[in-house]
């Protein structure tokens, strides 16, 4: 085999490889996906007050109309709200995230300032 042939061929099977790792990764979510719709989450914002956060900018009847699309069609439409549904639920991880710090660094604080807390809480514990 000449060069030329050589380099057509390497190319043609770097190109397979690139094809390859798309499908895979297109099998793997739809693998995900089926897995992550058999038990739908709970309703995101239930505890919000306790949490110090508000509920996700993203209703639960629009999560829900994501999750559970008739069909195993995944149209080019939905990218847009599924972007913008993606970007709110990072947001509101976000601000969980932060909540649970603050409460965590409270708690750490609390636990170092007061031994008869720090007794209490730790003995309690399993």
């Given at each position: ?9 390497c190319?043609?099977l ?7 790792a ?7 979510a739809?693998l ?8 739908l ?13 508000s ?7 629009v999560?829900m109309?994501?999750?559970q699309?008739p069909?195993?069609?995944m149209?080019?439409t939905?990218l847009p ?8 639920l990072a ?20 636990l ?8 209490l809480h ?5």
């Amino acid at each position: 085999m000449g060069a030329d042939d050589l380099r057509l061929a390497c190319a043609s099977l770097r190109h397979e490889i690139t094809q390859i790792a798309h499908w895979r990764r297109l099998v793997r979510a739809r693998l995900d996906l089926t897995v992550a719709r058999a038990v739908l989450p709970d309703r995101l914002g239930q505890h919000a007050a306790a949490l110090g956060t508000s509920s996700p900018a993203v209703s639960h009847n629009v999560l829900m109309g994501i999750a559970q699309a008739p069909g195993a069609a995944m149209l080019v439409t939905d990218l847009p709200r599924l972007r913008t549904a993606e970007e709110s639920l990072a947001t509101y991880e976000a601000a969980v995230r932060r909540a649970l710090m603050i409460a965590t660094d409270a708690l750490v604080e609390r636990l170092c300032q007061d031994p008869d807390f720090r007794a209490l809480h730790l003995s309690a514990a399993p």
